[in-house]
């Protein structure tokens, strides 16, 4: 079919179309590694259309809705396309028109034989949705093939992709090996590629037959082989109704897998980390508890118990940890938590108070979990031991509130009011003045009016 093609366009000799049928192969790659359309356009002898003579096109996100290749591009459509023609220079993100009528942007490189003129051109097609993702990953998996001319042999092309590749041809020999596919099966104790069939190169026991009939089967596996980890690919392109090569893409992700077990191993360490302290901080309120039953001075009780309140809302930030191994908790599963766990040891069931919960939803640092819980644990504290003194029921309520600098939480009760301390008349205020302004890098602000209740607020930087 392509042969056909450049054959209708009128203006190739037979060398030419044999570079063009070369260049299919890595229109081909281009398109599988971006995952977009990507086009082969032969000039014709009427300096206004040119032939798309191949498409490779994806399987899922195609912006056309079949193959096009045998269509005519137009200049007023496609005018990039001509100015590469003519300039031999390459053309990126120009504007054009497809086939079906669709606005997208398009990525031309030129492509010359022998004689220096310019025979081809490999066009990738995105629209403006993909431009972000298109110019992150075609500079990084297939850097260098914009810069400057490329000549027309398809190793040059090639030579440029990070990742290793081999072309069979019909009967499943390999033709080409690029650079990294050489240097690879070097290392495997593999030294020459190119003669080879493919059952020789393949890892896994496949007919080259099988692969060409059935391609998904094969499509992509990841294989350890002595010390490596690769990502192996076989990709069947389409060169007319009878002749079908296979190209094996063989990428080394040894690397990559080597990092994420050691990412593995880190965030079970981290957890056990976690786990223990969380475990330590429970033993030491434990003891507390024990000294707490010895003591007889009431005083001296309701210091023991807020010292260990104080503890336990820390060992909340690590009980999380220790589940999750990473180092962002949501703010308001640990407020949740640290509501229940304290409404379940230390609110009189007589008296009924209820806790609510609302507003954003968001991550913060443990680091910062743990003041912020601690400042929460203080005031709710307060709240339930000062705020209901003469009520049997009541609210506590707290509000999440995320900023864009700064973050807030609003913690209200509709108790029997209070007199504002300064700081250093309470040691509840002098914690929470201490955390929220020296671990927060925040501002408290203290609002009460007697039988109407109290708001208690500060902000913390995100």
Not at 201 to 226: G, H
């Amino acid at each position: 079919m392509l042969k056909l093609l450049c054959k209708i366009c009128a203006t190739l000799s037979p060398a030419d179309i044999e570079i063009v049928e070369q260049m299919s192969n890595v229109a081909t790659i281009l398109g599988n590694i971006l995952d977009m359309d990507v086009f082969l356009d032969c000039p014709t002898k009427k300096e206004d259309e040119a032939m798309v003579v191949f498409h490779a096109r994806p399987e899922k996100n195609s912006l056309y809705t079949k193959n096009i290749a045998g269509e005519i591009a137009y200049r007023i459509d496609e005018p990039a396309v001509f100015r590469t023609f003519e300039t031999g220079l390459p053309s990126r993100n120009y504007k054009a028109v497809t086939q079906e009528k669709a606005n997208v942007l398009q990525n031309i490189l030129p492509i010359f034989n022998s004689l220096d003129e310019v025979i081809c051109t490999v066009i990738i097609e995105y629209n403006e949705q993909q431009r972000e993702f298109f110019e992150k990953e075609y500079n990084k998996k297939s850097t260098g093939i914009l810069i400057g001319q490329i000549d027309s042999l398809k190793d040059r092309v090639t030579e440029y992709i990070n990742d290793g590749i081999i072309i069979f041809n019909r009967n499943g020999h390999a033709t080409y090996a690029n650079k990294v596919a050489k240097i690879l099966y070097e290392k495997l104790g593999v030294p020459s590629i190119v003669g080879e069939s493919f059952e020789n190169l393949y890892f896994e026991r496949a007919k080259y037959n099988d692969i060409v009939e059935d391609p998904e089967k094969y499509k992509q596996k990841e294989v350890r082989i002595l010390d490596f980890i690769l990502n192996v690919q076989c990709l069947v392109s389409k060169i007319n109704e009878d002749i079908k090569r296979v190209t094996l893409i063989i990428k080394d992700i040894t690397e990559e897998k080597k990092y994420e077990e050691e990412l593995k191993l880190k965030t079970v360490f981290i957890k056990e980390i976690h786990h223990r302290v969380k475990n330590n901080l429970q033993t030491v309120a434990s003891l507390l508890r024990i000294q707490k039953r010895r003591v007889k001075n009431l005083e001296m009780k309701k210091i023991l118990d807020e010292t260990i309140n104080r503890i336990l809302s820390i060992a909340i930030t690590h009980e999380i940890l220790s589940t999750t191994g990473i180092d962002t908790i949501s703010i308001k599963h640990i407020l949740e938590i640290l509501c229940q766990n304290y409404f379940k040891n230390n609110i009189d069931k007589s008296k009924k108070i209820e806790f609510n919960i609302v507003g954003d939803e968001f991550s913060i640092s443990s680091d910062k979990a743990t003041s912020v819980a601690l400042v929460v644990n203080e005031i709710v504290q307060n709240a339930t031991e000062h705020a209901f003194t003469t009520k049997d029921s009541g609210n506590i309520n707290i509000k999440i509130l995320k900023g864009e600098t700064f973050s807030k939480i609003i913690i209200s009760d509709n108790g029997v009011g209070m007199e504002v301390k300064k700081e250093s008349d309470s040691m509840g205020l002098l914690i929470i003045s201490s955390l929220v302004k020296d671990k927060l890098k925040g501002n408290l602000e203290i609002r009460s009016k007697k039988d109407k209740g109290t708001t208690i607020e500060f902000d913390f930087k995100n």
